[in-house]
């Protein structure tokens, strides 16, 4: 297990193309978030899973904005219709997360490098 | 709303000199706060977490719930210090604007 992946790392597309974002978790990590990064700003959350379960999504996440953990494994992040504000970094992030009890360290999150989204 | 707040985007600091990034924080329960670094051309990762109280690379952060802060402090800044710093709240974990420590020669 090398860490949290991300695929892939660059895309350009035309604006109005559908474009489709991997992660791959840590192995025993239960909990899995998306996040999203612009130029001087920090990761803004989008959603995140317990397992297969997503939880919550954030405002940001618009109907254009879709994921899923089929099996609670790898995530896919899709994104139709792309517009140019959709250009940023999109992280993603996992942590053991069992239960919130504070202090066991289960809500410490290992970060993947990032898919960089570009839309022209 | 739980909302994490970092005032400065840009703190420069000589080498040597002491280092503060301020965090202030809104959330209603007890919360779990962190600091994350994303050093130039790496991954954000942990830098520490208010409940295990340590020190890293000559790091502290103490949680004051009066003043619903989580400052970041160093004795002592070095070059390698310079990095973005971002201060995170659980539970969903949300993540302040983040800070620019520059630390000068």
């Known amino acids: 297990d090398t860490g949290v992946s991300q695929n892939p790392r660059h895309k350009i597309t035309k604006r109005g193309q559908n474009v489709t974002f991997r992660c791959d978790p840590i192995?025993?990590?239960?909990?899995l978030y998306w996040y999203r990064q612009t130029l001087g700003q920090g990761p803004e959350f989008l959603t995140y899973?317990?397992?297969?379960?997503?939880?919550?999504k954030s405002r940001l996440l618009s109907d254009r904005f879709s994921a899923e953990r089929p099996k609670g494994s790898f995530s896919t992040l899709e994104i139709q219709r792309t517009e140019q504000g959709d250009s940023a970094m999109y992280l993603c992030?996992?942590?053991?997360?069992?239960?919130?009890?504070?202090?066991?360290?289960?809500?410490?999150?290992?970060f993947g490098a990032g898919s960089r989204l570009t839309v022209l | 709303a739980q909302r994490v707040t970092q005032p400065e985007k840009l703190l420069s600091v000589f080498k040597g000199a002491p280092v503060e990034l301020k965090c202030n924080y809104s959330?209603?329960?007890?919360?779990?706060l962190f600091w994350y670094v994303q050093y130039s051309r790496q991954r954000l990762q942990l830098l520490l977490r208010?409940?295990s109280r340590e020190s890293i690379k000559g790091f502290t952060a103490d949680l004051n719930k009066g003043e619903t802060s989580f400052h970041l402090k160093k004795p002592f800044a070095q070059e390698e210090d310079s990095a973005m710093y971002y201060c995170a709240s659980y539970d969903k974990i949300i993540f302040g604007k983040g800070t620019r420590l520059h630390i000068l020669p």
């Open positions: 959330y209603s329960g007890s919360p779990e």
């Open positions: 208010h409940i």
């Open positions: 899973f317990q397992n297969e379960a997503q939880l919550e």
């Open positions: 192995s025993e990590h239960n909990r």
């Open positions: 992030a996992s942590s053991r997360g069992t239960g919130s009890v504070i202090g066991s360290g289960a809500n410490v999150l290992t």
